[in-house]
């Protein structure tokens, strides 16, 4: 089983490293970091402080972005092609299909982090910014959330179009980002109605809280991660990857494909 599932997740990654839209989107993210640290690095404030935040922020939008658009059309394009039936005829079950895909577009992200974490070493080097363990730590929370966005948008696509899909888990990405606030509000105001109060507790439930990941804010000013992030992240990651593979590798299994 582990092999298969792998041999499907390289086979994938050679996919999508071919995939021009793949490449298209890593340059706009490239682009969009550096232009991002160019500017902050105009500013009249402290420098390097903004630019390490302003950077690791356009890093983290554009691959959260590239995670939508890699995932959303990884199942689509095998039943337009019809090489789906072909690959389901062989022993291989459809769920094993679906984590090999999982696994190939893990694969791909790491190596768009990994390249796109030198662009921003190298602008925090023009800035002459000290880079801190928190920066690393930062940088694997990011790849944390790529890692629930991608599983997102997998669940989505396993039931729903390309187009449908990425809206969706455009919108769970950005409720999650908020999730802090809407978190607040729960505990907020006495006198909130207790019906909306209620709404704002069933929907967070449902919301992966990615301000929980979020170290970005910290690496400006070499703050440590909270005591118990190492323990808290890891979990987060794995119980919503878990849930949402589960939930569509459920779904793709009873998905008529013909």
Do not use: H
């Not at 089983?1 to 071919?18: H, Q």
């Not at 929370?141 to 599983?151: D, F, H, P, Q, R």
């Not at 809280?209 to 000013?221: C, E, G, I, S």
């Not at 005591?227 to 919503?240: G, H, I, K, S, T």
């Amino acid at each position: 089983m582990i092999g298969r599932i792998w041999a499907i997740g390289l086979n994938t990654l050679r996919e999508l490293v071919r995939d021009r839209v793949l490449a298209v989107a890593l340059f706009f993210g490239i682009a969009i970091t550096i232009f991002a640290g160019v500017v902050a690095a105009k500013t009249p404030l402290n420098w390097g402080e903004v630019v390490v935040n302003v950077a690791l922020g356009g890093m983290n939008f554009s691959l959260v972005f590239i995670a939508i658009i890699i995932s959303v059309t990884l199942l689509s394009k095998e039943i337009e092609k019809k090489t789906v039936f072909t690959i389901l005829t062989k022993p291989l079950s459809r769920a094993e299909f679906l984590l090999g895909k999982f696994l190939g577009m893990a694969l791909t992200l790491l190596a768009a982090l990994l390249i796109m974490t030198v662009v921003v070493k190298w602008l925090c080097w023009r800035s002459a910014w000290p880079l801190q363990p928190v920066f690393y730590q930062a940088v694997a929370s990011i790849y944390g959330e790529l890692i629930v966005v991608a599983s997102v948008a997998l669940l989505f696509s396993s039931f729903s179009t390309p187009y449908v899909s990425g809206l969706l888990t455009l919108g769970v990405w950005i409720a999650g980002t908020l999730a802090g606030i809407v978190n607040k509000m729960v505990v907020g105001p006495e006198d909130m109605d207790l019906s909306t109060l209620q709404a704002i507790k069933t929907v967070y439930l449902f919301l992966p809280d990615f301000t929980r990941l979020n170290l970005k804010d910290r690496v400006p000013y070499n703050l440590p991660p909270p005591d118990d992030y190492f323990l808290y992240a890891p979990l987060f990651v794995c119980m919503w990857t878990a849930s949402l593979l589960t939930a569509a590798i459920l779904l793709f299994d009873r998905r008529d494909l013909k």
